[in-house]
């Protein structure tokens, strides 16, 4: 008989494994990204590379370190009044379990400055350049004629500007597939500028110069908001991103420089 | 067994509410600052209850803008300045001297003062409520948004001033305490854990505490004399604040773990029947982590752009190290030892199992890019309260349950302590694991409301619920103790058969604290009376 009960707890371990894996898949969906949204820049694809990594190390150390918790907790309950053997300690444990965490912490390191000398790489000289202005409570986008990336040049010169408030959240436009550098300014307090599909963020210093470059690799329409309180209304300083073709930009701009009285002509 | 004895002071009697409000004895003292900062802590839960309503929902109106942001502000403002800083000092108070064999404080009545600096200050932190608002800029309070902020956050500014003085005294009165009150025969390598890391947290308090005072009054100026230290526009820098805030500000985050890993320490060498596993090892580990608590306060700002990434990446990573050798010692403790699962224990492995979670995700924030993503998104807000709630709250209620019988000589009933715990464990991780997600899908902290098309109400609703479920868990607590009055003072000096000097008086402990001291050969005087030296 105990061997048929030994088989019915397999069955039931079995049958629970079954139905964790199953839940599992049923919301893997939302798990593509180990968590994180879908990377659409070249500099998010290597950030989430970076969190995958961190993220299986985090894991592994999780599971291992839990898992003998639990087990102690199993094992070594009370069983009687005998004392345990009463042990101090033990140098050349200590060595291994702090060289082993060193270990970790050394290759995490490597890899992530790798990373981040990678994604904080200069715009190139031909780079499309936005200037984005936060303010309280939205944001502004400003385009200069004369930055707008490889496509054809526009016959103007000028800026035009995108300006959104809490109410009208405004949406910008870039080109696929080329650099855009992000020049961040602010005058009243700090913002910080979010898009959660970039994997990115760079706060807005008044009296600083905070830029960043990303290149698109898909089109789509994401949203991104302000991540650094900034006031009253900081939940609803929203906007909106539009990744299209380079053809299609250029018709937007065209059409932002026939329709805007902001351009200035010099 | 041989004892030495200690000459009785004699004090004069007092009406009791007047001994009270006059007391200079680190017991009452103790006691008084643990009921004033259990206070607060209510506050400062009932605060975040109303964080919770509010974004359980999308696009809620529960409360408006403007209150929300006073609400979380102060919710935190409570919690760290008025709750765990100060309840460590609680703690120590009642227990420092006894566990190393002292009659009180090397100075009692600047142990007073600190205390009683403490409950004017809190109230004036709350009285912007009724001043046009209080505090509503995070309690991080960045400028230059703190620059134009209403009067609640000068009363918020003068308060944690006030709150850094009686910490400062406060940790100068512990090291003095430790240095020169200790028993015969109780060397530094024989002080309790406890102790240990009262003394490391002191030295912090010291060094970093007169640095955020710095801070504070400057912002003062700045806003209050025409200052513009924090103003780009008259030739200040806004990322000075952060500098010397976080400067405070991280190793505070220390201030606020290590006491609770010490109770810890504590109480598994109790409950497992072992010593704890490399205690000198546990003692440099707690100094490891303070001395680079100093080094990676940086890593609060890598998306500002304007600090050495690479180096505080690297010193954030670092600092993983020996939290993991405390991490390491103390299943070592657990391992093969004869573990009894009463309430301290309970909250004790549940510190264990939660601040694990809270050592690792810390550890995304020092891998600078994937730090861009989460940083200022509820992954952070999940990390913090891994740390503070998993960690040191669990430690706290570890602490009470442990020490309630020395401190108060009653028992508490272990099956309203299993329900406690059981509801708290549950609802702490329905709370605040599905921030992890909600941060990395992008959801930024400190935002008053979020709109239905982010798809972030069923996690915010899970965890709302989670946050209702820690509340209800207080309720068994309050019972248990209100019961626990209604009881007769039974207890016997040590119910858990401990190690440590505190269970060798009577519970409560007499005024003077002992009436004798045993010989102290080890960090477990009362183990090795039990068991005899070669037990040892």
């Known amino acids: ?266 | 067994m041989t004892s030495i004895a200690i000459p009785r002071p004699a004090y004069a009697e007092r009406p009791r509410v007047l001994d009270w409000l006059m007391t200079v004895d680190h017991k009452k003292l103790g006691i008084l600052y643990l009921y004033t900062t259990l206070f607060f802590f209510a506050v400062g839960g009932i605060l975040a209850l109303l964080v919770r309503a509010q974004l359980a929902v999308a696009d809620n109106t529960f409360v408006n803008n403007d209150a929300y942001n006073q609400i979380f502000t102060m919710h935190a403002s409570a919690m760290l300045f008025l709750f765990i800083i100060p309840v460590w000092a609680g703690f120590g108070n009642y227990i420092v001297p006894l566990q190393i064999g002292a009659a009180d404080m090397a100075f009692p009545r600047i142990n007073a003062l600190s205390f009683w600096l403490i409950p004017p200050a809190g109230l004036l932190m709350f009285s912007g409520f009724l001043f046009g608002g209080a505090a509503d800029v995070g309690w991080t309070a960045y400028s230059p948004l703190a620059r134009s902020s209403g009067v609640g956050l000068d009363l918020w500014i003068i308060s944690v001033i006030i709150l850094g003085v009686s910490s400062t005294i406060g940790a100068a009165n512990f090291m003095v305490t430790m240095f020169r009150m200790r028993a015969p025969g109780m060397t530094m390598f024989r002080m309790p854990i406890f102790c240990w890391t009262m003394l490391v947290t002191a030295v912090l308090q010291l060094l970093a505490t007169p640095v955020l005072a710095s801070a504070l009054a400057m912002l003062y100026i700045d806003r209050n004399f025409g200052g513009s230290f924090f103003d780009p526009n008259g030739g200040g820098n806004a990322i000075l604040w952060q500098n010397i805030f976080w400067f405070y500000s991280h190793p505070a985050v220390y201030i606020m773990i290590l006491p609770g890993m010490g109770i810890i320490s504590e109480v598994l060498p109790v409950f497992a029947r072992k010593p704890l596993f490399g205690y000198k090892a546990f003692v440099f580990a707690t100094m490891g982590i303070g001395g680079l608590g100093f080094s990676v306060w940086a890593h609060h700002m890598f998306t500002t752009g304007a600090v050495l990434k690479p180096w505080f990446g690297f010193m954030t990573f670092m600092i993983g190290v020996p939290t993991g050798v405390k991490m390491f010692n103390w299943l070592g403790t657990l391992w093969r030892g004869s573990i009894t699962f009463e309430a301290p224990m309970l909250f004790a492995l549940g510190f264990l199992s939660m601040f694990l979670i809270g050592g690792i995700n810390g550890t995304f924030s020092a891998a600078v890019p994937v730090d861009f993503a989460i940083h200022d998104t509820y992954f952070v807000v999940a990390h913090i309260h891994y740390v503070l709630f998993g960690g040191a709250v669990f430690a706290v209620f570890a602490g009470l349950y442990y020490w309630f019988p020395k401190i108060w000589g009653r028992r508490l009933d272990e099956r309203l302590a299993r329900i406690h715990f059981a509801l708290q464990f549950i609802g702490f991780n329905l709370a605040f694991f599905p921030m992890h997600l909600l941060g990395l899908d992008g959801m930024p902290r400190r935002i008053a409301t979020y709109s239905e098309s982010s798809g972030w109400e069923t996690l915010n609703l899970i965890s709302t619920i989670g946050a209702f479920l820690i509340g209800v868990a207080m309720i068994p607590f309050i019972i248990n103790v209100v019961m626990a009055f209604l009881r007769p003072k039974d207890q016997p000096n040590d119910p858990w058969e401990a190690n440590t000097l505190e269970w060798w008086t009577t519970s409560p402990p007499p005024v003077h604290n002992f009436d004798s001291l045993p010989e102290v050969h080890s960090e477990r005087p009362l183990w090795d009376l039990r068991h005899g030296k070669a037990a040892h």
Not at chain 1, 178 to 192: A, C, G, M, Q, T
């Open chain 1, 1 to 266: 008989m105990p061997s048929t009960g030994k088989v019915r707890v397999i069955r039931r371990v079995h049958l629970l494994i079954s139905a964790a894996l199953l839940a599992l898949a049923s919301i893997s969906p939302a798990f593509a990204g180990w968590g994180m949204p879908e990377p659409i820049t070249d500099q998010a694809k290597r950030i989430q590379d970076l969190w995958v990594f961190t993220l299986i190390i985090a894991l592994a150390v999780f599971f291992a370190v839990e898992g003998a918790l639990v087990y102690a907790i199993i094992r070594y309950r009370k069983r009687g009044d005998g004392l345990p053997k009463q042990t101090h300690g033990s140098t050349a444990l200590e060595v291994v379990w702090t060289a082993i965490p060193v270990l970790i912490v050394i290759t995490l390191f490597s890899y992530s400055f790798i990373v981040l000398r990678d994604v904080e790489k200069e715009a190139p000289a031909d780079a499309l350049s936005i200037e984005v202005n936060g303010f309280q409570f939205s944001w502004e986008f400003t385009y200069d004629l004369a930055r707008l990336g490889r496509g054809e040049a526009p016959a103007k010169d000028g800026t035009f500007s995108i300006i959104g408030t809490a109410a009208q959240e405004p949406t910008f436009v870039i080109p696929v597939g080329e650099p855009v550098e992000f020049r961040l300014k602010s005058n009243d307090v700090i913002h910080s500028f979010y898009v959660p599909n970039f994997h990115y963020k760079l706060d807005v210093v008044p009296g600083r110069d905070n830029r960043f470059v990303i290149t698109a690799n898909q089109t789509g329409e994401f949203t991104g908001q302000c991540a650094e309180l900034c006031g009253i209304n900081h939940a609803l300083m929203r906007f909106h991103l539009r990744v299209v073709e380079r053809a299609e930009f250029d018709r937007w701009v065209a059409e932002q420089v026939a329709s805007k009285a902001t351009v200035r002509q010099p």
